[in-house]
């Protein structure tokens, strides 16, 4: 039940922060911007592995 709570968080930050990759690309070039997008994706979803295969655990209160 945990493992679905910190999918839906994930997934709805990530709905939260799309608008931010449009902001960037006034500031960066486009190339920029891919590596940086791919990078963050990389990190959110090795976290969301370790979370799931219970390597590490944060702590929730239900």
């Not at 839906?8 to 590596?35: E, R």
């Not at 969301?48 to 929730?60: E, F, K, V």
């Amino acid at each position: 039940m945990v493992q679905l709570n910190y999918l839906a968080v994930a997934s709805d930050l990530g709905k939260a922060f799309g608008w931010s990759s449009g902001l960037a690309l006034i500031y960066l070039p486009l190339p920029a911007v891919l590596f940086l997008a791919a990078g963050i994706g990389l990190a959110a979803y090795g976290a969301q592995w370790l979370l799931i295969t219970s390597r590490i655990s944060l702590p929730y209160a239900p």
